[in-house]
T-cell receptor, first 116, second 113 residues
Framework: EAGVAQSPRYKIIEKRQSVAFWCNPI?????LYWYQQILGQGPKLLIQ????????DSQLPKDRFSAERLKGVDSTLKIQPAKLEDSAVYLCASSELAGDAWKEQFFGPGTRLTVL | AQSVSQHNHHVILSEAASLELGCNYSYGGTVNLFWYVQYPGQHLQLLLK??????LVKGIKGFEAEFIKSKFSFNLRKPSVQWSDTAEYFC???????????FGAGTRLTVKP
């Protein structure tokens, strides 16, 4: 079974530039998550989609971050403009439809972003 | 709000040593707790989980964790570590009623051959 795919794996940009990350979840997984993992910290949820609708984006810095999940499959996360503190690994995860019961999340390899 | 804390940032052990990584949670209600592992160059993956019942839960690769409600703890243990256990270990707790995982800062384990 194919896992969660993410691209690019690495990205280096200058501050104030924009960047986009792409995620392809496991086939059939209705729920998709984007996490930010800053060096030395655990992953922090940025946004959760259920199919193509947003379930939770309370921790997404909406002045510069945006995400979409068109057609309920692939998702993109964008940062515009980037700041130095956005340097982190951005993880995508997916799970079966997460309703009342807990569903295991499967993580992708992440995209390591460096903002100079 | 639900959260977990891990006090050991980096643990270095020799092969065959016993392992215990600490995890404390802050929530007084029904608790579900998890340990995740990230091997070098690999994806974050689930190691074990606790929902209810037997407070001693067993996971993959010989790991186990014990839920002690009176101590708000869910420590990860392994009787004898191997070099291949070198990884980063994260304790996690979901926000109540959601699949939103709250992770601890992680503990980096280095096992010397």
């Amino acid at each position: 079974e194919a896992g969660v795919a993410q691209s690019p794996r690495y990205k280096i940009i200058e501050k104030r530039q924009s960047v986009a990350f792409w995620c392809n979840p496991i086939s059939g997984h209705a729920t998709l998550y984007w996490y930010q993992q800053i060096l030395g910290q655990g992953p922090k949820l940025l946004i959760q989609f259920q199919n193509n609708g947003v379930v939770d984006d309370s921790q997404l810095p909406k002045d510069r971050f945006s995400a979409e999940r068109l057609k309920g499959v692939d998702s993109t996360l964008k940062i515009q403009p980037a700041k130095l503190e956005d340097s982190a690994v951005y993880l995508c995860a997916s799970s079966e439809l997460a309703g009342d019961a807990w569903k295991e999340q499967f993580f992708g390899p992440g995209t390591r972003l460096t903002v100079l | 709000a639900q959260s977990v804390s891990q006090h050991n940032h980096h643990v270095i052990l020799s092969e065959a040593a016993s392992l215990e990584l600490g995890c404390n949670y802050s929530y007084g209600g029904t608790v579900n707790l998890f340990w995740y592992v990230q091997y070098p160059g690999q994806h974050l993956q689930l190691l074990l989980k606790y929902f209810s019942g037997d407070p001693l839960v067993k996971g993959i690769k010989g790991f186990e964790a014990e839920f002690i409600k009176s101590k708000f703890s869910f420590n990860l243990r392994k009787p004898s570590v191997q070099w291949s256990d070198t990884a980063e270990y994260f304790c996690a707790i979901p926000r109540a009623g959601t699949n939103d995982m709250r992770f601890g800062a992680g503990t980096r384990l280095t096992v010397k051959p």
